[in-house]
């Protein structure tokens, strides 16, 4: 934050504390009330593996529409923060919401119901390798079993949105890295999960490719109001996601314009961790303004 | 970790996997689909291997005890002894064994690689329990068709004896087959029975448990398929004692 205060960037932003807001009170009839609870907040986590502490005292939330950008290097707990969403381990201390539910406490059946509104999409794609491409985007239709006719229609809809119609018959064996990791992203999309987390999807992939997921994410976030956390620690990813928006012309053409010097993309946030606390927290133009000799080694790669 | 402390955590993974697999039975949805694929690939897979050690081990049965028989003018009471040596032991005990070897590499390589590449972890994101979609399926698999196995063994292992015995001996075929019914109780074959529904659960548990702790990527894949195949051939024996002796007593049946 230090960042900020040199640049004498006033942030206005309303003290929220969803413990404040009852659900229930807020009036059905306003489209923004529900807006007000983050879509996935960290209040003071710990985690630690035996002796090796992964999280310390991490606190941060992700507001609804909004994209973090999760920055650091390899071991900093940044696939972590994912996997403490999804319930798949617990903190230590502290507590995760999501969509103002306390998931800390939950047991299997009701972290069930909050991952079904959950997308996930992992570092290689994670692909069941025994289903075929459409098999594995139909996953969790399967599983909640839904009509055979309505699965087929979600999932041609999906793999298009990935541009990967024609591998729909193909095993995961047969696609190639980049292809497999936009068959991961259509099975993260099905069923219209409010809240994607990406756990570096781009890794390994040529920059062609790895533009296009960044693509996918900026329409994720501009065009269909999805809240995600992007975990990487490439920076041209950081450069795609936190300079560009997605709109979409009447021709229904998604064109990608460039915020330039004149605009502030304010759906787009950049943390960045080392050894489990957060070292930045802010937009990307005050991540490049900081002077921080961590962070600047991060930027320049020197 | 000293070895008991580590001997006992395990103890607690699998009896933990267990009680989450009782449970997967109970729970919906059931993956009827997945436990019909399991016992094709465990039980149909597995008959070729299985028929081939059955088949054998009643021949060398045969082939070692023949002479001594003869020497006693016993030869008479040949079917008798492979009928009860089959039924009790070499027939649930080899086709657990080869089970395990074959079975239980697969089923810990899998899960272990699941693990590796992640995919346990998307399954639990997409909503699933891989305990109930993976585990539970391949338990109740080897449960209901190694009892199978095993009498298809046992068969194979009477026929091969029979075989050595009129090709090499010249036994007559009549008297073969008499002394081998004269031989077979109702309480041998059920015990026959009951050990590999034991065995079964023994592989499949050790099994799944190994695969879905591995740690360390594709050598750690490697390593987990190794200690699942050991565990459970040796637990297998192990049980056999124990389960001989209760059975033993509670069928109330003696050996020979």
Known sequence: ?302 | MNPLLRLLSELQGVTNLLWRAIKGVKKRPRYMHELVNQMDKIGIGSISIVVLTGFFTGGVLVLQTYPTLEYYGAQSNLGQGIAASLFRELGPVLTALMVAGRVGSAISAELGAMVVSQQIEAMRALGTSPVRKLVTPRIVALIVTLPLLTIAADLFGLIGGGLVAQQLHGMDVNQYISSVRSGTHVADVVAGIIKPIVFGAIIGLISCHKGLSTTGGTVGVGVSTTQAVVASSINVIIADFFLSKLLQSALSSTLF
């Not at chain 1, 306390?102 to 992992?122: A, N, Q």
């Open chain 1, 1 to 302: 934050m230090e960042s900020a205060e040199s640049l004498n960037i006033e942030r206005e932003e309303p003290e929220i504390n969803i413990e404040d807001i009852d659900i229930d009170e807020l009036d059905p009839e306003d489209p923004f009330a529900g807006r007000l609870v983050p879509a996935i907040e960290f209040r003071d986590v710990d985690l630690a593996f035996d002796d090796q502490v992964i999280l310390d005292n991490l606190s941060f939330t992700v507001r609804r529409g909004e994209t973090k950008l999760v920055l650091g290097g390899s071991g900093t707990g940044k696939s972590t923060i994912i996997k403490l969403v999804l319930g798949l381990i617990k903190p230590d201390a502290g507590q995760v919401f999501v969509d103002g539910d306390d998931i800390t406490e939950y047991d299997d059946v009701e972290l069930m119901r909050v991952r079904r509104k959950i997308g996930m999409v992992f570092q290689e794609g994670a692909l069941f390798d025994s289903l075929s491409v459409y098999d594995n985007v139909a996953y969790r239709l399967h599983e909640q079993g839904v009509e055979e006719a309505a699965i087929e229609h979600e999932v041609v809809r999906m793999l298009r949105f990935v541009a990967l119609e024609d591998a729909i018959d193909k095993m995961p064996a047969e696609l190639s890295g980049g292809m497999r990791r936009r068959v991961g992203v259509a099975r993260a999309l099905v069923g219209n999960p409010s809240i994607v987390l990406f756990d570096e999807p781009t890794a390994g992939l040529d920059p062609p490719t790895a533009r296009t997921i960044c693509e996918l994410a900026i329409k994720l976030r501009d065009l269909e109001d999805v809240s995600s956390i992007f975990v990487t620690h490439e920076m041209n990813n950081l450069e795609y996601i936190s300079s560009e928006y997605a709109t979409i012309d009447r021709q229904g053409q998604i064109h990608f314009e460039l915020e330039g010097d004149k605009l502030c993309l304010i759906n787009t946030e950049v943390m960045m961790l080392k050894e489990g606390n957060i070292v930045f927290s802010g937009k990307d133009e005050q991540l490049r303004q900081s002077k921080d000799p961590y962070i600047r080694k991060f930027i320049r790669g020197k």
